[in-house]
């Protein structure tokens, strides 16, 4: 499907190209630059306390190409279905009109929020997928944009699934699709970047995010934070993070923390081999 919007051959082959070679280029640009801008050139300024660590870094980017080249595997056998119209994806804004492009976006954010949570949830309550999926993701407590996706391929692939299986549920428009798919990868490199602009406490801002991976089993949404306040995964960036230490999360200095935390970082470790 993205091959036909790019004028290139519907074939597996081409297919899988365009997912690992496109994905991965897209987002090593995208991760690159923000590491680039969060912690190299303006490090001073959001991160003064992060420090390379060569290991971690080598283990992140072996996973990132390993998760992107396994994701583009598995999600082609979905592809190929919709390639031959057994799905309800659509190219013509005629087919079912301009107030049905608005509908479908809000439908999708529903319907990826929902699936993407309890699919999260389960990663972090069933103890084998938390072993043999899911833990690979939270070697990493203290994220780096790099990390984004260094997944286990299945984890990315499952976590991923509801954007590219939604077509058969409802009429989907191509351009829909690809700009929910583009713009998850450049949501999760910003949630991971621990640099927060916006903070509005029912999105799922990065700072949501960074408590993730410290706490483990909070803040599980994908954009939304009210799947986790039902049922009761929610944290605060802002009060809930006692034993957070201070730098882990950048704060503007306007922003006061409502907490006692440490003052270095430490006190957690991983080994991301």
């Given at each position: 499907?993205?091959?036909?919007?790019?004028?290139?051959?519907?074939?597996?082959?081409?297919?899988?190209?365009?997912?690992a070679g496109g994905g991965m280029l897209y987002f090593f640009i995208i991760a690159s630059v923000a590491y680039y801008?969060?912690?190299?050139?303006?490090?001073?300024?959001?991160?003064?306390?992060?420090?390379?660590?060569?290991?971690?870094?080598?283990?992140?980017?072996?996973?990132?190409?390993?998760?992107?080249?396994?994701?583009?595997?598995?999600?082609?056998?979905?592809?190929?279905?919709?390639?031959?119209?057994?799905?309800?994806?659509?190219?013509?804004?005629?087919?079912?009109?301009?107030?049905?492009?608005?509908?479908?976006?809000?439908?999708?954010?529903?319907?990826?929020?929902?699936?993407?949570?309890?699919?999260?949830?389960?990663?972090?309550?069933?103890?084998?997928?938390?072993?043999?999926?899911?833990?690979?993701?939270?070697?990493?407590?203290?994220?780096?944009?790099?990390?984004?996706?260094?997944?286990?391929?299945?984890?990315?692939?499952?976590?991923?699934?509801?954007?590219?299986?939604?077509?058969?549920?409802?009429?989907?428009?191509?351009?829909?699709?690809?700009?929910?798919?583009?713009?998850?990868?450049?949501?999760?490199?910003?949630?991971?970047?621990?640099?927060?602009?916006?903070?509005?406490?029912?999105?799922?801002?990065?700072?949501?995010?960074?408590?993730?991976?410290?706490?483990?089993?909070?803040?599980?949404?994908?954009?939304?934070?009210?799947?986790?306040?039902?049922?009761?995964?929610?944290?605060?960036?802002?009060?809930?993070?006692?034993?957070?230490?201070?730098?882990?999360?950048?704060?503007?200095?306007?922003?006061?923390?409502?907490?006692?935390?440490?003052?270095?970082?430490?006190?957690?470790?991983?080994?991301?081999?």
């Amino acid at each position: 499907m993205i091959a036909q919007l790019l004028g290139l051959p519907d074939t597996p082959l081409v297919m899988f190209l365009v997912f690992a070679g496109g994905g991965m280029l897209y987002f090593f640009i995208i991760a690159s630059v923000a590491y680039y801008v969060y912690f190299k050139k303006f490090r001073a300024h959001f991160h003064p306390d992060y420090e390379l660590d060569p290991k971690e870094m080598k283990s992140a980017l072996k996973w990132v190409i390993i998760g992107i080249v396994g994701n583009g595997a598995l999600m082609l056998p979905i592809h190929l279905l919709i390639a031959k119209n057994y799905s309800q994806m659509y190219y013509d804004v005629s087919d079912h009109g301009w107030a049905w492009i608005f509908g479908q976006v809000v439908l999708l954010l529903i319907f990826t929020e929902t699936l993407i949570y309890w699919t999260h949830y389960a990663f972090h309550r069933v103890p084998w997928l938390w072993k043999y999926v899911h833990e690979r993701h939270h070697k990493y407590v203290v994220p780096t944009p790099y990390s984004a996706l260094s997944f286990n391929p299945m984890d990315s692939f499952l976590q991923a699934v509801p954007h590219h299986i939604a077509a058969f549920f409802f009429p989907l428009h191509a351009v829909v699709y690809v700009a929910s798919v583009t713009f998850v990868t450049l949501w999760a490199v910003c949630i991971h970047d621990r640099v927060s602009f916006f903070r509005w406490p029912w999105l799922n801002y990065t700072d949501h995010h960074t408590l993730h991976h410290w706490y483990s089993d909070f803040n599980l949404g994908q954009y939304f934070t009210f799947w986790d306040r039902i049922v009761g995964t929610y944290r605060s960036p802002t009060i809930d993070y006692e034993d957070v230490p201070d730098g882990l999360i950048y704060r503007p200095k306007s922003m006061a923390p409502t907490s006692t935390a440490p003052t270095a970082l430490g006190g957690r470790s991983a080994n991301p081999a």
